[in-house]
């Protein structure tokens, strides 16, 4: 098998839903290639946005599903094939209605928790068992207001500030998970942003 990691960051293609909260799956990823300075391709074959980082002996693949949140499944699938990597070094970055906006949780194995595009990578990989780290948007804060038109829709202008730090703290994690492994990863970062400052999760050793 290849010693090569996926980061495949779930979310809809398309300007419709650039910057919804059900994309923040890939401005995770996208966030990671700007500091790793690396551009992105389309990939038929995968039918996906495709990046490709080396740090130090490690090559890293950032995947952005070109199929829509239900369907993300096949691309994760031909992806892994493909690049003969194996699920333990796959990992999956989703928004969560049951989290807070400002939290994160990284957790190497568990449900769907109703997730369409985590339900459709189970269905291609017949397994739950590879990391997922959910990024928290919260739940509606209007009672009427359903579920799917809260995910779907942008962020307000104070949600993106803590968006912001969110997404920072999203890649230090990230490092992390590739540099020290998932156990740390998420000792170090899960939870909620804490205030003033974060200084105490710096990754550097």
């Known amino acids: 098998m290849s010693s090569a990691h996926l980061i495949v960051g779930l979310g809809n293609p398309g300007s419709k839903y650039k910057g ?25 074959k995968f039918k996906a946005r495709m990046s ?12 952005e599903p070109l199929t829509y949140m239900n369907l993300s499944g096949e691309t994760v699938r031909a992806v892994l094939d493909y690049c003969r990597i194996e699920t333990a070094k796959m990992l999956i970055v989703v928004d969560d209605a049951n989290i807070d906006l400002g939290e994160v949780r990284l957790r190497i194995d568990g449900g769907t928790g109703g997730h369409n595009g985590l339900g459709s990578v189970e269905q291609h990989l017949a397994t739950l068992e590879f990391s997922r780290l959910r990024i928290g948007v919260g739940r509606p804060a209007e009672v009427r207001q359903e579920l799917s038109s809260h995910v779907l829709g942008l962020f307000a202008a104070d949600e993106m500030v803590i968006l912001d730090r969110v997404l ?29 400052d974060e200084d105490k999760d710096n990754i550097a050793t």
Do not use: Y
């Open 20 to 44: 919804t909260r059900h994309n923040v799956g890939f401005m995770a990823v996208e966030k990671l290639a700007d500091l790793w300075a690396v551009s992105w391709s389309e990939e038929k």
């Open 52 to 63: 490709r980082a080396v740090l130090g002996e490690k090559t890293i693949h950032l995947c």
């Open 168 to 196: 920072s703290r999203v890649v230090q994690q990230v490092e992390c998970w590739l540099q020290h492994g998932a156990e740390q990863a998420m000792n170090k970062f899960n939870g909620k942003l804490e205030f003033p």
